[in-house]
């Protein structure tokens, strides 16, 4: 199992991100994606969330208007649209695939860092 973020950076306050999340060895289709961010000291907050189809999407307030979850089932990949930026959006974020079956499956990818400063 493998979840691949990418698309991190360096940007100003206002200006926009696009995150992607390659995902291989699970059946991406059957998965519930989840992008995650996290910042030194703090808890692990869940950003949005996207059901396995994608037809469904949730999102943390604070992210509310601004960011976008999206999937590709065929490409197994999960995006996050992040447009005006704020400081406060710093953090590394983090990809995560979730099932429940028998048992909760629970993957998650190795971070990507997104800073916000002027």
């Known amino acids: 199992v493998r979840l691949v973020e990418s698309g991190g950076g360096l940007v100003q306050p206002g200006w926009s991100l696009r995150l992607s999340c390659a995902a291989s060895?699970?059946?991406?289709?059957?998965?519930?994606m989840r992008w995650y961010r996290q910042t030194p000291g703090k808890e692990r907050e869940l950003v949005a969330t996207?059901?396995?189809?994608?037809?469904?999407?949730n999102y943390a307030d604070s992210v509310k208007g601004r960011f976008t979850i999206s999937r590709d089932n065929a490409k197994k990949q999960v995006f996050l649209q992040m447009n005006s930026l704020k400081p406060e959006d710093t953090a590394v974020y983090y990809c995560n695939a979730w099932f429940l079956g028998y048992r909760e499956f629970s993957y998650w990818g190795q971070g990507t860092q997104v800073t916000v400063s002027s």
């Open positions: 060895g699970f059946t991406f289709s059957s998965y519930a």
């Open positions: 996207i059901d396995y189809t994608g037809g469904s999407t």
